[in-house]
């Protein structure tokens, strides 16, 4: 198959390419790189085609291939991204979404998207199933949201086939965010403290980079849902027992601050429906992610 990946030389995007590759897929990188690193797709760089492109851009379908059987959509600048409402890359989930969906329906594509479990908001019930009600509590959600809703637009309208992946605390090498495991991997190297919110014991469901691209490759296959799955790591850990970890592989003792309060997002994600999709799906893990995750990181001290 030929599948485009946008975003693909992003965190997840670059190694969604790298799978899709090994597995015998013709790939098409697009990315603007304004958080995308060109490094990250160094290995594999002369085996797809890669095009500096912003979805955003007016002439973007001129740019493209429409030949494709796949579109991984993917791109968002996510590491760029705060809570500032300046930083929140509006156009990119809503006209560069649009464009990369015109772009599916150029090439009689089907769209996997990638969403986020961000759009559930705070959670009313655990764990979360994909009936869920969405209620964003961050601006980043709501992005993610409209473009599940564009997905769904294009589908009544236009015929379009996706599949929406509501992507759970993904980690691994190459993720450039100053999120809470790169933080306790930066101190256990460094040598430094963590702090913790409510004593650590809120719970996510951490996912590792390389089974995502495990899922991802495996539903770039023509069927289409039409609907959405949940994409997380089978065991919901909490911050502490990541922290834990981290400091285990590393082989230290952290220090650890604790901060009054309590983080009410316990993001305990259901994946029944993803494991009855591929009932053959295994994960990677935690400490043999962990320790590629931290060879990265020892990597770019260097």
Not at 30 to 57: C, Q, Y
Not at 97 to 114: E, H, I, P, Q, R
Not at 161 to 173: A, N
Not at 231 to 241: E, K, Q, T, V
Request: glycine share 8%.
């Amino acid at each position: 198959m030929k599948v485009g990946v946008t975003g693909g030389s992003g965190f997840i995007g670059s190694h969604v390419c790298e799978r899709l590759l090994a597995d015998g897929h013709s790939v098409v990188c697009v990315d603007s790189l304004i958080s995308g690193k060109a490094e990250n797709l160094s290995v594999i760089l002369d085996n797809l085609t890669f095009l500096e492109l912003d979805i955003t851009d007016s002439t973007f379908l001129e740019a493209v291939p429409v030949d494709l059987d796949c579109i991984v959509h993917l791109a968002f600048p996510t590491p760029l991204c705060t809570r500032d409402r300046s930083r929140q890359f509006h156009t990119v989930a809503s006209i560069g979404t649009a464009n990369v969906l015109d772009w599916a329906l150029a090439s009689n594509a089907k769209v996997l998207y990638g969403s986020s479990i961000s759009v559930y908001g705070v959670p009313e019930f655990l764990p979360i199933t994909e009936e869920h009600r969405v209620n964003p509590m961050l601006v980043y959600g709501a992005n993610k949201l409209h473009g599940e809703m564009l997905c769904r637009a294009y589908h009544e309208m236009y015929g379009l086939e996706f599949e929406i992946l509501r992507i759970s605390d993904v980690f691994g090498p190459r993720d450039g965010r100053a999120n809470a495991i790169n933080n306790f991997i930066a101190a256990a190297l460094s040598g430094g403290s963590v702090r913790l919110k409510g004593e650590g014991k809120q719970r996510r469901s951490y996912t590792y980079v390389a089974d995502i691209a495990d899922i991802i490759a495996s539903l770039v296959s023509p069927v289409a849902s039409n609907s959405l799955l949940n994409i997380a790591g089978p065991n919901a850990l909490s911050i502490r027992d990541v922290l834990e970890a981290v400091a285990r592989v590393v082989g230290t003792e952290l220090e650890i601050d604790v901060e009054p309060g309590a983080d009410p997002r316990d993001y305990v994600i259901d994946t029944e429906r993803l494991n009855a999709r591929l009932p053959d799906l295994s994960f990677t893990g935690l400490t043999e992610a962990l320790a590629a995750t931290i060879q990265y990181h020892r990597m770019r001290l260097q």
